[in-house]
């Protein structure tokens, strides 16, 4: 494997082969005015028996990296058997926003809501203080659903201290709009986080300056402060959106209580 880096007005170059480095890092002025790394690599045969990587993964990739670095152009190029280059582009101007218009479509009962804030706080008291950037996209619908979650430009498959999050927040914000406006009927029981989840369309794309993971895969979060400031932000913007925005409000009420019944018809 070659990297080779840019920055500061410096070229630093390495060179690795069976994981080792050979010939220690080179470093040499440069006058291009580009910053970046670029990697060049090969698999060793040796250790990976099968090398068929599909075009998919890659593309799947990019396009999330894509998501969570707004306006940050990604162009991946392939090289076919007569030598001629295939291209894709993956961009999102707006970051999660875009892509949660793109996923929702045309047809949603709500416009797309986007909001961000910095918190700063600790896991525990005998933990140090760190800094965390939230920011989320949502809207409802009654023909998608889809949840994702990234932390530090990572997708979580498994969410965990967001998702657990948003389900506390919305749950909390939509069963109290529903009980002030006297929404559910007399006697009826509460709705449940599966009649949420069956119209929403949610992404939320966080950083922090220390991430606990769940294990090794790291496709989970475990930090106690990044669910606790993400439950209040999300319950406080949801109040607020709800209150600004009776019409909206009463959609999702309406399609929520609708999943309920029609759940709780067919159990």
């Keep these: 494997m070659d990297v080779e880096i840019i ?5 630093y170059n390495l060179h690795f ?4 480095n050979v010939g220690g890092l080179q470093k040499k002025p440069t006058k291009k005015k580009q910053t970046g790394t670029r990697t060049h690599w090969l698999p060793d045969l040796d250790v990976f028996t099968e090398i068929e990587i599909p075009d ?3 593309c799947d990739t990019l396009r999330r990296q894509a ?10 190029r392939k090289e076919e058997a007569d030598g001629t280059f295939t291209e894709r582009q993956y961009l999102y101007e707006n970051g999660i926003a875009d892509y949660v218009r793109e996923i929702a479509g045309e047809n949603t009962l709500t416009s797309v809501q986007n909001w961000s804030c910095q918190r700063e706080g600790r896991d525990r008291e005998d933990k140090p203080t760190y800094k965390v950037k939230l920011n989320v996209a949502l809207t409802f619908s009654n023909q998608v659903q889809r949840l994702e979650y990234y932390h530090n430009s990572s997708w979580l498959e498994h969410g965990g201290s967001p998702e657990k999050a948003m389900r506390s927040a919305l749950l909390s914000a939509i069963d109290g709009y529903l009980r002030t406006n006297n929404k559910y009927n007399k006697n009826e029981s509460k709705i449940t986080w599966a009649d949420i989840q069956d119209c929403l369309i949610f992404v939320s794309s966080n950083f922090s300056t ?7 895969t790291k496709k989970a979060i475990t930090n106690k402060f990044v669910q606790e400031a993400m439950t209040e932000f999300l319950r406080s913007n949801l109040e607020i959106y709800f209150i600004e925005n009776p019409f909206d409000a009463e959609k999702i009420g309406e399609q929520v ?3 309920k019944r029609s759940r709780e018809k067919a159990e």
């Design 210 to 216: 220390q991430t606990s993971y769940e294990n090794q």
């Design 7 to 11: 920055r500061d007005g410096f070229q």
């Design 67 to 76: 998501v969570v670095n707004p306006n940050l152009l990604f162009l991946y």
């Design 17 to 20: 082969e069976k994981g080792v």
């Design 56 to 58: 998919d993964y890659f």
């Design 257 to 259: 209580l609708l999943n």
